[in-house]
């Protein structure tokens, strides 16, 4: 290349470079979130996480970023519908919550990212593999089995003579069907008899507690999604009356009344979804981008729920806790 056109065309470079910054400044990104549960509100809990971890990578909400939320609010029918409302709101990007969010999002075409409650997404068939996702769907998966085993031996930490764990599960969400396979299979492995209860509708609490009456549990693990978590507080209060250990998933519901919870930490999980979303927003395909894995999970025990409840925290469980509420 002649020395004039090599200055020519650096310096077409040049001008092209800022032009393209521009563009991408002016032009407006466009997030949406889908749950099966609450719409995810921008100024607090998990929808201010993902914003402000967007925020964090130059996508600001009110100057290059609009924001829409949709949430079934239990009825996991509609999830296609509220698909099909970011679809058409122009979303470059949805973030989901729980398994049946991600299968609506994965079948409407939108790219997709999995903040949390999916599953196992190779198992459920959202993705060919964590390391090449293949399709328009990737995010933030977890290890079930090893979750499982950890927040049992939590519970036979606790409670050394534990024989039987009652395990509540929405077996309407494949999910959380895989997730509940895996507690069970982890709690044989430790010779504790599980005593299933899966549930569909909030009716079939009543019947689940029922069955806990007629064959009484040492403990409670409950795998969390919109059904269970809308009815947390009937399990709390069942839990609560018949003096019975219970472990929960997320964090909010041990701050919430639960006597104690194990669970990846949703701050890292959110900031984790928003990385992956700037990536697309960048110009990346979600079949391109591994799926992530945890980094930091987090014990809460609720000392008030315990003594509530007559039971006594030795001081060195409570010394495994991340955050203890007196």
């Known amino acids: 290349m002649r020395r004039r056109d090599f200055i020519g065309l650096v310096g077409a470079m040049a001008v092209a470079a800022p032009r393209a910054a521009i563009a991408q400044a002016s032009r407006i990104f466009r997030v ?6 609450p719409p995810l509100p921008p100024d607090a809990g998990t929808g201010a996480m993902l914003l402000d971890g967007l925020k964090q990578r130059g996508f600001t909400l009110g100057q290059n970023l609009a924001y829409e939320t949709r949430g079934a ?4 029918s509609q999830t296609p519908n509220l698909m099909q409302q970011l679809k058409a709101a122009n979303v470059d990007v949805v973030v989901t919550v729980g398994y049946p969010s991600a299968a609506a999002a994965k079948a409407s ?3 997709t990212v999995i903040a949390t ?3 196992d997404p190779v198992k459920t068939g959202l993705v060919t593999s964590l390391a090449r996702p293949g399709g328009n769907v990737t995010g933030i998966s977890d290890d079930a089995a090893a979750l499982s085993t950890k927040r049992l031996g939590l519970l036979k930490e606790l409670l050394p003579q534990m024989h039987k764990v009652a395990m509540l599960w929405n077996r309407d969400d494949l999910g959380m069907s895989q997730r509940y396979d895996a507690s ?8 504790v008899t599980v005593l299933p209860l899966g549930v569909r509708e909030p009716d079939d609490f009543n019947e689940a507690f029922a069955a806990m009456d007629r064959n009484p549990p040492d403990a409670i693990l409950m795998v969390t999604d919109a059904l269970t978590l809308l009815n947390r507080k009937r399990v709390f209060d069942y839990a609560a009356e018949h003096r019975l ?7 909010f519901m041990a701050r919430g009344g639960g006597l104690m919870s194990y669970g990846a930490d949703f701050h890292e999980s959110f900031d984790r979804a928003a990385a992956l979303t700037a990536k697309i927003f960048q110009g990346a395909r979600p079949a391109d981008l591994p799926f992530e894995l945890p980094t930091r999970y987090v014990l809460v025990i609720n000392l008030k729920t315990a003594k509530a409840m007559n039971l006594a925290v030795p001081p060195t469980f409570l010394a495994l806790a991340d955050e203890v509420i007196e």
């Open 117 to 119: 409650g999916s599953g």
């Open 245 to 251: 250990p219970a472990i929960y998933e997320q964090d």
């Open 184 to 191: 069970a299979t982890a709690a044989q492995e430790i010779g």
């Open 73 to 76: 609010a239990g009825d996991v």
């Open 109 to 111: 075409g939108v790219a």
């Open 32 to 37: 949406g979130t889908l749950t099966v549960g």
